[in-house]
């Protein structure tokens, strides 16, 4: 039997998983990523739940706790930088046993790939300019390289995803903006307070720093959608963050001073993909081209334990793969359904609306390691839906 072709669009933190997986499955797997270069830094991200058990088994864990970011705490502050509240990370991590991880996102990505490189082919700097598809396979042209054939195509490129585009239909029929952005910027060792993320609130707003190989500040704020928003702009986005931020006290000031001069700046929509069917097909979505949840960091978590359950039924049934994509839409839906149901809620903790909501989110911060001592007993009395789908998965 021929040795099955897939080929992965996005070298981030789906498409590396999937590509380690697979090769372990047999096929030969191509990835193509349009950056020139992986990342070697980027906002920290989590690496919790079923995650953890994908990376134990690749055998990574031990590179992530090296790159761990070892935050300790967040410290909420006033205009004048004057605490108001605090939460002890590391004493909630300790009472609900957790063994999760937070690590830049460049670092989770680059610590990924390498496990999979030796097994993999890569094609950096390109991406894929048209897909057309048959029932024996799926013909792909390239921006760069000679169009090739493959046996199926998995895209893991994102909430802007290519694949998705050109598989399924353009991105305003599946993305929805959750009335937030976001944007962070790298300090270059700027970013103080040691081991401390420091966040501070004005209604609607959210200014954090977060210490992170050497600072990053993230900006979060409430807004309408902006009907001429464009993704590529960063002259657009530099506009309108000091729009939102024109009369924020503590640090934004010296922080927009940055942003202005700064080469290296993301921003986008906090945003929700939701695609009916995950596949069409030989093409499937991974990741958040298929069920984004951005901003609270789950998304790294979903997209590893997404391209691990893939990867399992596609070697199940390397020769159906209509059933394979089915299967893996059933069992990953249980994770990510409940997630994008929650983004309301947390945006109301990290960015309240009113002074109001802001005063009883700092009061609550008194009370959260109470709630996570009695989710630590809870945990030890009856297991949660995550770690049955853990057990199951693994």
């Not at 072709?5 to 191509?30: D, E, K, M, N, Q």
């Not at 300019?129 to 090739?148: I, K």
Request: aromatic share 6%.
């Amino acid at each position: 039997m021929n040795q099955r072709t897939v080929l992965i669009s996005g070298a981030g933190i789906a498409g590396p998983t999937l590509a380690y997986w697979l090769a372990r499955h047999g096929f030969h797997v191509t990835v193509v990523e349009r950056a020139a270069a992986l990342r070697s830094s980027g906002s920290p991200v989590d690496v919790r739940g079923p995650a953890v058990g994908v990376a134990d088994r690749m055998g990574v864990m031990p590179r992530l706790r090296e790159a761990a970011t070892r935050v300790t705490g967040i410290t909420l502050v006033d205009g004048r930088g004057r605490r108001v509240g605090r939460v002890d990370t590391r004493a909630l991590r300790r009472a609900t046993g957790s063994r999760e991880v937070e690590i830049p996102r460049g670092d989770l990505a680059t610590i990924l790939f390498e496990a999979a490189r030796d097994d993999v082919e890569l094609l950096l700097g390109d991406s894929i300019a048209t897909l057309s598809q048959d029932p024996e396979g799926v013909d792909v042209t390239f921006e760069r390289a000679a169009p090739r054939r493959f046996d199926l195509v998995v895209g893991a490129d994102g909430l802007h995803s290519t694949v998705r585009r050109l598989a399924f239909g353009p991105e305003q029929d599946f993305v929805r903006h959750m009335g937030l952005y976001v944007a962070t910027l790298p300090l270059d060792g700027s970013a103080g307070h040691g081991q401390e993320m420091v966040m501070y609130n004005t209604p609607g707003r959210a200014v954090a720093v977060h210490p992170s190989h050497g600072g990053v500040a993230a900006f979060m704020y409430r807004s309408p959608q902006v009907p001429d928003f464009r993704h590529g702009d960063v002259e657009q986005h530099k506009r309108l963050l000091a729009a939102a931020y024109a009369s924020a006290a503590w640090r934004v000031p010296e922080l927009l001073a940055r942003v202005r001069e700064a080469d290296e700046l993301y921003f986008d929509s906090v945003s929700k993909a939701t695609v009916r069917q995950w596949w069409n097909g030989r093409v499937a979505l991974l990741g958040d081209a298929s069920s984004c949840v951005s901003l609270f960091g789950d998304g790294s978590t979903l997209a590893m334990a997404g391209a691990f359950t893939l990867a399992a039924e596609m070697g199940a049934a390397p020769d159906d793969h209509e059933s394979a994509f089915r299967r893996y839409q059933t069992r990953h839906s249980v994770l990510t359904e409940p997630k994008q149901q929650n983004v309301t809620r947390g945006a109301a903790l990290l960015i309240p609306a009113t002074w109001r909501g802001i005063a009883a989110r700092n009061l609550a911060t008194r009370l959260w390691p109470l709630a996570a001592a009695a989710g630590w007993a809870g945990r030890r009395l009856t297991p949660r839906r995550d770690d049955v789908a853990d057990a199951q998965a693994l």
